[in-house]
């Protein structure tokens, strides 16, 4: 039996149907959730302009249970609802989760699938071999994994790049090197398609240059909370109730919805602001870097401590 697998999943939709895809991600959520050997699933809405598609990874406890969702019924009907709301077509592939590298690292991943023509899979192999020692030179290359067709299933060889930063990402699409060997490929390609792919909150964050990973989710959603906390508190407080509410007479789901985009608008200033001054911690270096996280996560338990006290006070 196969180990742990993932089926990676890129829809490009047409803008105006994004809240009914919503709407039907969460139904289809419920239901593989019921399927024998599923392990979890996430979803990354797009992030323009680097990622214009909805990405939604699937994990599964082997392959056999991934098969058998993506040749399910009820995964035929689900995909025939949001037919109509989809542009071109959809990447769907698996990718078998036995490497220490991830599937889709942060902050910023290339899909790329290929279909080789009849008979030249071995000049493929040849020259992928070739196209993977290139790019592993590029800056910010941070790793490579290359997954082979699933017969009946999966035709195409699956390529998934990583690098630290989109700019890094683009100077190795833009670069001389990469678009000769494009040039090579053509007489053995049959199809070639690349989907980007950003994950968490990785746009809100620096990563270090020199290949170096960007900080680990948990970190993340830490300092996330640590701003989001009191801008939902002084905005509810101070705007929401006594000025949407009561003065405007806005009904409560209205003044939340205009809460929360304002939160968020007001996410992407404060979060990068913290991070750089918490720099120290996301991406600790030397010897010392496991009592360095230790430390910061004391101080930011203190520090939800002192916003607890002192909002409970103003209340």
């Known amino acids: 039996m196969s180990g742990p697998t993932t089926i990676v999943t890129q829809t490009r939709l047409r803008p105006e149907e994004a809240n009914g895809f919503g709407q039907w991600q969460a139904e289809t959520s419920r239901i593989v959730a019921g399927f024998h050997g599923f392990l979890k699933q996430t979803v990354m809405p797009p992030s323009p302009p680097g990622q214009v598609d909805w990405v939604i990874l699937q994990s599964f406890a082997d392959r056999e249970a991934a098969v058998a969702w993506l040749r399910s019924g009820e995964r035929q009907q689900r995909l025939a609802v949001i037919q109509p709301w989809v542009m071109g077509y959809d990447d769907v592939h698996l990718v078998s989760d036995d ?19 009849p008979g030249q899979e071995a000049a493929y192999r040849k020259w992928e071999q070739r196209i993977a ?30 690098f630290d930063s989109e700019a890094s990402l683009q100077g190795w699409l833009d670069s001389p ?16 398609n690349t989907r980007i792919a950003r994950t968490g909150f990785d746009q ?11 900080p680990p989710a948990w970190q993340q959603n830490m300092l996330v909370v640590l701003m989001l906390y009191p801008v939902v508190f002084l905005f509810g407080a101070y705007v929401q109730a006594p000025l949407l509410m009561q003065r405007a007479g806005l009904a409560f789901p209205v003044a939340l919805f205009i809460g929360n985009v304002v939160s968020v608008l007001l996410l992407n200033y404060l979060v990068p602001w913290v991070g750089n001054r918490f720099a120290w911690w996301l991406q600790p270096a030397g010897t010392a870097a496991g009592w360095t996280r230790l430390g910061g996560i004391v101080l930011l338990v203190v520090l939800y401590a002192l916003m607890l006290l002192v909002f409970s006070w103003m209340s």
Do not use: C, N
């Open 99 to 117: 490497s220490s590298s991830g599937v889709l690292p942060a902050p910023v991943s290339m899909v790329v699938s290929t279909r080789t023509k």
């Open 204 to 214: 809100w964050f620096k990563v270090a240059t020199g290949g170096q990973a960007s």
């Open 133 to 162: 020692a290139a790019q592993s030179r590029a800056p910010g290359f941070q790793g490579y994994r290359l997954e082979p067709p699933v017969p009946g299933v999966q035709e195409d060889w699956l390529a998934i790049l990583r």
């Open 177 to 192: 090197a990469r678009a000769a060997l494009l040039r090579e490929a053509a007489a053995f390609t049959e199809t070639f």
